[in-house]
């Protein structure tokens, strides 16, 4: 026969709570896992772009990437006089779409386009159209 004695309980809680916590961070794991780019599952990628796509400023930022080959984090940012976290939060919305992809040199962040990106959308495009 088991006793319920202040150990026990100490036990017992504890289990439940990792459980909790173990349960939560397979739920934010496939939160992630949603709204992250992944090869091969073209609908999700085009819902994924064409959210990040929305804002203009999104696509002045992926213009300049086009054009001028990858660069930094805040020479990218320069000509918009935004504030580089706001700049950043923006660069993972479009890193996580699939847009650019970004590294770090040192404490430099380097942002290049990802035109496979865009081949992938406008086959999505011309087969959806059909």
């Given at each position: 026969m088991k006793y319920w004695?202040?150990?026990?309980?100490?036990?017992?809680?504890?289990?439940r709570e990792q459980?909790?916590?173990?349960?939560?961070?397979?739920?934010a794991a496939r939160m992630r896992e949603s709204r992250t780019y992944t090869t091969g599952d073209s609908e999700k990628n085009s819902n994924l772009m064409l959210d990040a796509l929305g804002l203009p400023l999104r696509r002045e930022l992926l213009m300049r990437l086009q054009k001028n080959g990858a660069m930094s984090l805040s020479k990218?940012?320069?000509?918009?006089?935004?504030?580089l976290p706001w700049l950043y939060k923006q660069m993972q919305?479009?890193?996580?779409?699939?847009?650019?992809?970004?590294?770090?040199?040192?404490?430099?962040?380097?942002?290049?386009?990802?035109r496979g990106a865009f081949k992938e959308l406008s086959a999505w495009l011309t087969s959806y159209a059909r």
């Open positions: 004695n202040k150990e026990r309980i100490r036990r017992v809680r504890k289990r459980g909790e916590r173990i349960s939560a961070a397979r739920a990218l940012g320069e000509p918009f006089g935004t504030k919305i479009l890193e996580q779409s699939g847009l650019i992809a970004t590294h770090k040199r040192g404490r430099v962040r380097m942002c290049v386009f990802n």
